[in-house]
C-alpha cells in the first residue's frame, strides 16, 4: 500500500467504511454506524468528506453486459499513426456506445479500450467501420473476454 496516499483521509474508521461500502454500495449509513458504533451522523460527514476529497469519486450500478444482450466484449489495443493522435482519438471514441472504458496506456498501444458488442458481427462493425476510421488509428488488436474472474477494488488494509 502506497504511504504518500495514506493520510488523515484514511484512517480506521474511514477504511471500515470504505470497506462496507465496496461491498455495498447501497448500505445504509445506520447500518454502517450500528456496526461501527459510531453515530449515523459521523458516518454522513465521513462519507461526505471522502467525497469531497475525491477519495471516493461515486456511487453507480454495475450492469452485467451479458444479462442485458450483449455477448461479445472484448479489449482492445490501438496503435495510433502517431502520438500527437491519442487525445483526439480518444474524444471520438467517447461517442461509440459500444466503448465502454478506454485508457491511455505504454508500450505497443497508446489506448487500451473496453468494447461491448450484441455479437462478433456487431463488434466487427463497431472496429472497422467505426473506430478504424477514427483519424490517427494505426492498428488495433483485439482480445475477446470469456468472462471476469473477479473485480474488485483496491485494498485500503
Known amino acids: 500500500m502506497p504511504k504518500n496516499s495514506l493520510d488523515e483521509n484514511i484512517d480506521y474508521i474511514n477504511q471500515q467504511i470504505i470497506r462496507m461500502l465496496s461491498a455495498d454500495g447501497r448500505m445504509a449509513y445506520s447500518e454502517i454506524a450500528k456496526e461501527l458504533k459510531i453515530s449515523n451522523s459521523l458516518v454522513h460527514q465521513r462519507v461526505k468528506k471522502l467525497q469531497d476529497t475525491g477519495i471516493i469519486s461515486g456511487f453507480s450500478i454495475q450492469l452485467n453486459a451479458k444479462?442485458?444482450?450483449?455477448?461479445?466484449?472484448?479489449?482492445?489495443?490501438?496503435?495510433?499513426?502517431?502520438?500527437?493522435?491519442?487525445?483526439?482519438?480518444?474524444?471520438?471514441?467517447?461517442?461509440?456506445?459500444?466503448?465502454?472504458?478506454?485508457?491511455?496506456?505504454?508500450?505497443?498501444?497508446?489506448?487500451?479500450?473496453?468494447?461491448?458488442?450484441?455479437?462478433?458481427?456487431?463488434?466487427?462493425?463497431?472496429?472497422?467501420?467505426?473506430?478504424?476510421?477514427?483519424?490517427?488509428?494505426?492498428?488495433?488488436?483485439?482480445?475477446?473476454?470469456?468472462?471476469?474472474?473477479?473485480?474488485?477494488?483496491?485494498?485500503?488494509l
Open 67 to 156: 444479462k442485458i444482450g450483449y455477448e461479445t466484449i472484448t479489449y482492445t489495443g490501438i496503435a495510433t499513426k502517431e502520438a500527437r493522435f491519442a487525445y483526439s482519438i480518444a474524444e471520438k471514441l467517447k461517442e461509440i456506445p459500444e466503448v465502454v472504458e478506454c485508457h491511455f496506456v505504454s508500450g505497443k498501444y497508446a489506448l487500451f479500450l473496453k468494447i461491448v458488442a450484441a455479437n462478433n458481427e456487431e463488434f466487427r462493425k463497431v472496429l472497422y467501420e467505426t473506430i478504424h476510421n477514427i483519424e490517427g488509428v494505426g492498428s488495433t488488436d483485439s482480445f475477446i473476454s470469456f468472462g471476469s474472474a473477479f473485480h474488485k477494488n483496491i485494498s485500503l
